[in-house]
């Protein structure tokens, strides 16, 4: 019994101290990881006190200075610039003296706006007749004025009481659609062409650069009588005009019937001409063109 007792106590005295060793351990170990843990947590918040303490003092920080362009980069931006022209007047001899004298001319100074291609020069005798051929054939207005024409002057001719059925004045008003036609014709190629290459003037009608109405009106009415000379350039008296509508006038009344082939009715057909040549100035001063 003694035995057994012997080794039940030495037996728990070497468990005990197994025990307390194992405890001892392990009691180092838990306070070096807690160690370890509060300087990790420590070192982490002086981190973000410094971040914290930094971040005014970067926004407070001033800019860096801006660095100055160099000689090359000024050098280069002076010489891209538009220069001004310059000129010198003088004589090799006085290059280098106070007798030399140099002009600058601003490169940003405006230039004056380019006045307009010239539409009055004079015509050529060819550009005359083509004028005349355009006027006569390649537009509607002869056409349609020569039918209006042939319809009214059927309407006030008396000759013998016709006008009997729609037929008969349709085919009279086209005879006197014809004739004016023929007139208008023949007045063009002498106004146009003819006198005006004889007489060296401009066929063509110029507007003016009046501003009022009254003006305008007087200036279009008179350019019946006036015109443009071919050589100054200067107004001139319409000769041109004015005998051609004459002559045509005269050539006109030889295939009308007899009894209408008098002076009278000749000049008061000339008379109706320059009334309606006025008329179309007027339209052409506040309308239209040349």
Sequence with gaps: MARIFHRTTARMTFTILLLASLFALTTQRAVAFDGADNKNKEATQTARTAETMATPAAASA???????????????????KPQPDVKIKGTLAQVGT???VVTRTPANIPLPPRAPAVST???TAGEKFQYFAKKSFFTPSPYALSIFGGIVGE????????????????ADSMTHAARSFTFRVASNFFEKFAYATIFRQDPRYHRSDKK????????????VFVTQGDRCGCDQFNASFLMGGL???????TWIREEDRTTSKIFTSWASHIAVRAFTNLLNEFIGGQ
């Design 212 to 223: 009022s109405v009254g003006g305008k009106a007087i200036y279009a009415v008179t350019r």
């Design 62 to 80: 001033p800019a860096p200075p801006t660095v100055a362009p160099g000689i090359v980069a000024v050098a280069f931006s002076e010489a891209m």
């Design 155 to 170: 309407a006030t001719d008396k000759d013998h009481g016709r006008h009997m059925t729609a037929g008969d004045y349709l």
């Design 98 to 100: 106070s007798k030399m």
């Design 121 to 123: 020069a004079p015509m």
């Design 247 to 253: 002559t045509a006038s005269a050539l006109s009344h």
